[in-house]
């Protein structure tokens, strides 16, 4: 089958929805289908964490290229790194349309390639992929935002034609039947939690062995992976490291300007056994968390991601 994803993500990124998205076309690709993922090319222009200048310039660079850019992420092996992808696809960069135009320019690009199938993440998309009379599925992960969220929602939901609701719970299910009236029949919703890549935490290292390889220290090791956006429970385990002042507690992931902020907290209330780490490239995250003796997600009642407005917290599934 020929699928067109059409994502609002930054592509490079480190954020967990441009992970979401780079894991989710790379599973559909693993099944056999044709597919190529379409995103925007003038997202804003900032590095991603944790690599350097000249590689943040190499990912970076399509954004001087022509209107489409399409490369296969085999001929760019630093995607594969970054977001541990078992199967490769084609991405095309958007150009030339600011984001309020690119979810209808993205449905008509997608149409030039005859697809049979649309998978999207932006209810706009999902609607303009409706109206063309094309198979679509919308993929959802939080609630309709904005003053004209809950009518795009709305819309997909009332218009004819093939579809279906990708939810990632039940409770967003409800939340959109019970909150923003957007009914579907129970044929057309899909519950599809978050997933895991099991196959590359079936032969991992003891503990102690992971940790010397990539150089932590010899401690009962308590550890997290992940943003530090607000609600990610941070202050919980910054309290939990000053309980258990023998474990060596250890964060995986996050901002420059976050890690620098939370180590300055730490040295702050004299905690010599926390670390943060920043930023790993996807591909070398189940090491890290092989390194530990026990995982934490310390998720307050509040969940912001990574545009700080948006509260995941009863909906959520998260991808651990």
Same mark, same amino acid.
């Given at each position: 089958?020929?699928?067109?994803?059409?994502?609002? =993500?930054?592509?490079? =990124?480190?954020?967990?929805?441009?992970?979401?998205?780079?894991?989710? $076309?790379?599973?559909?690709?693993?099944?056999?289908?044709?597919?190529?993922?379409i995103v925007p090319a003038?997202?804003?222009? =900032?590095?991603?964490?944790?690599?350097?200048?000249?590689?943040?310039?190499?990912?970076?660079?399509?954004?001087?290229?022509?209107? *489409?850019?399409?490369?296969? %992420?085999?001929?760019?092996?630093?995607?594969?790194?970054?977001?541990?992808?078992?199967?490769?696809?084609?991405?095309?960069?958007?150009?030339?349309?600011?984001?309020?135009?690119?979810?209808?320019?993205?449905?008509?690009?997608?149409?030039?390639?005859?697809?049979?199938?649309?998978?999207?993440?932006?209810?706009?998309?999902?609607? @303009?992929?409706?109206?063309?009379? %094309?198979?679509?599925? @919308?993929?959802?992960?939080?609630?309709?935002?904005?003053?004209?969220g809950p009518a795009w929602?709305?819309?997909?939901?009332?218009?004819?034609?093939?579809?279906?609701?990708? $939810? *990632?719970?039940?409770?967003?299910?409800?939340?959109?039947?019970?909150?923003?009236?957007?009914?579907?029949?129970?044929?057309?919703?899909?519950?599809?939690?978050?997933?895991?890549?099991?196959?590359?935490?079936?032969?991992?290292?003891?503990?102690?062995?992971?940790?010397?390889?990539?150089?932590?220290?010899?401690?009962?090791?308590?550890? $997290?992976?992940?943003?530090?956006?607000?609600?990610?429970?941070?202050?919980?385990?910054? +309290?939990?490291?000053?309980?258990?002042?023998?474990?060596?507690?250890?964060?995986?992931?996050?901002?420059?300007?976050?890690?620098?902020?939370? =180590?300055?907290?730490?040295?702050?209330?004299?905690?010599i056994n926390v670390t943060?780490?920043?930023? %790993?490239?996807?591909?070398?995250?189940?090491?890290?968390?092989?390194?530990?003796? *026990?995982?934490?997600?310390?998720?307050?009642?509040?969940?912001?991601?990574?545009?700080?407005?948006?509260?995941? +917290?009863?909906?959520?599934?998260?991808?651990?």
């Open positions: 089958m020929k699928i067109i994803a059409i994502a609002g =993500s930054r592509i490079p =990124s480190d954020t967990a929805n441009s992970i979401q998205v780079m894991k989710a $076309c790379s599973a559909l690709a693993s099944l056999g289908h044709d597919l190529t993922l003038n997202s804003p222009n =900032s590095p991603i964490s944790g690599l350097d200048t000249a590689e943040n310039h190499r990912l970076l660079d399509h954004r001087q290229l022509p209107i *489409i850019l399409s490369r296969s %992420v085999a001929e760019r092996t630093n995607y594969q790194s970054l977001y541990g992808l078992p199967t490769t696809f084609p991405i095309e960069w958007l150009r030339g349309s600011s984001r309020r135009f690119f979810t209808f320019n993205s449905v008509r690009h997608a149409l030039s390639h005859k697809p049979d199938l649309l998978y999207v993440w932006m209810p706009q998309s999902a609607v @303009f992929g409706l109206l063309a009379r %094309v198979p679509t599925i @919308f993929e959802i992960h939080i609630q309709p935002s904005g003053l004209l929602h709305r819309a997909f939901a009332k218009l004819r034609g093939k579809k279906r609701l990708a $939810c *990632i719970t039940h409770a967003m299910q409800k939340i959109l039947r019970d909150d923003y009236h957007m009914t579907l029949p129970d044929s057309d919703i899909v519950i599809a939690p978050n997933g895991v890549d099991l196959e590359r935490f079936a032969s991992l290292s003891a503990p102690e062995a992971a940790r010397q390889s990539i150089g932590l220290t010899q401690a009962p090791t308590v550890l $997290c992976a992940g943003h530090l956006y607000a609600g990610r429970g941070t202050d919980l385990f910054l +309290a939990l490291a000053e309980s258990v002042s023998a474990a060596h507690f250890v964060w995986v992931g996050g901002r420059p300007a976050d890690v620098a902020e939370w =180590s300055a907290k730490a040295k702050t209330r004299g905690l943060f780490l920043g930023f %790993v490239p996807n591909i070398e995250l189940p090491n890290y968390l092989a390194a530990a003796d *026990i995982l934490l997600m310390p998720y307050a009642r509040s969940i912001l991601g990574s545009s700080g407005l948006a509260d995941s +917290a009863a909906v959520a599934s998260p991808m651990k």
